[in-house]
């Protein structure tokens, strides 16, 4: 009997591209890319700890088998996909992210933006109160250093929603998402189970050419 399995992870990032690119004239869609984005990246770390796939392969290393089985006690134990993420390097190349750079901080961002999103709860604010300035997340000063938003004005009040709702946070979660995917896959040795990851991470070109131009940036 051959066995096989099919992943889902293309259709989700799909959806997220779909939605960053609507965003242009639909502003609302970027809750959309942001959401999927998020779902992109859980489903692609959710197969190092599947115990099919790619473990089937003759020359898959130890690593990858030793990380099946942590990401699959992480799942167990409902460890954060933060957590998650954060382990795959570490345990890879003895060497952790750089939790102070990008591509981490980005995405620590774009995950506290979908966890804000989905867990919303309602705001409270006193108009007749102008002695203290509006307040926001303090996710959003990221968002606010890289030019993605613009700085919210003290008054009147404005919802932190409001400030993402647009194409630049939408292209941001999408990019912050495939980036992730292009670097986790750098850490992982040469062999059959790399290439296999890398088909089907998404959009590899616009991984790479993102990749450059903020190295270029950043020098």
């Keep these: 009997m051959t066995t096989g399995m099919s992943s889902n992870v293309g259709v989700i990032f799909k959806i997220a591209e779909s939605a ?26 959710n197969l190092f700890s599947d115990n099919m796939f790619p473990f089937l392969l003759e020359d898959t290393p130890t690593e990858l088998f030793t990380l099946q089985k942590i990401l699959e006690y992480f799942e167990s134990s409902r460890e954060s996909i933060i957590a998650k993420y954060s382990i795959i390097p570490l345990l890879l190349t003895g060497k952790p992210w750089d939790k102070e750079q990008r591509p981490f901080q980005d995405f620590d961002c774009l995950i506290k933006i979908r966890n804000a999103l989905v867990h919303s709860r309602p705001g409270r ?6 002695s203290r300035d509006n307040q926001h997340p303090k996710f959003l000063e990221h968002l606010i250093n890289l030019n993605i938003i613009t700085r919210p004005p003290k008054r009147p009040h404005q919802s932190w929603e409001s400030l993402i709702r647009g194409s630049d946070v939408a292209q941001w979660a999408f990019n912050t998402a495939c980036w992730m995917m292009f670097k986790t896959i ?14 089907i991470a998404p959009n590899i070109e616009v991984k790479i050419e993102y990749d450059e131009d903020v190295d270029k940036n950043e020098e």
């Excluded at 604010?125 to 102008?130: G, K, Q």
């Excluded at 750098?186 to 088909?199: E, H, R, S, V």
Aim: with cysteine; glycine share 2%; aromatic share 16%.
């Design 20 to 45: 960053y690119q609507e965003s242009a004239s639909k502003p609302i869609q970027s809750y959309t890319a942001v959401i999927f984005s998020c779902i992109g990246l859980e489903a692609f770390i």
């Design 125 to 130: 604010f006193d108009l007749s109160d102008t």
């Design 186 to 199: 750098t850490f992982i040795p040469d062999c059959n189970a790399k290439l296999l990851f890398a088909t």
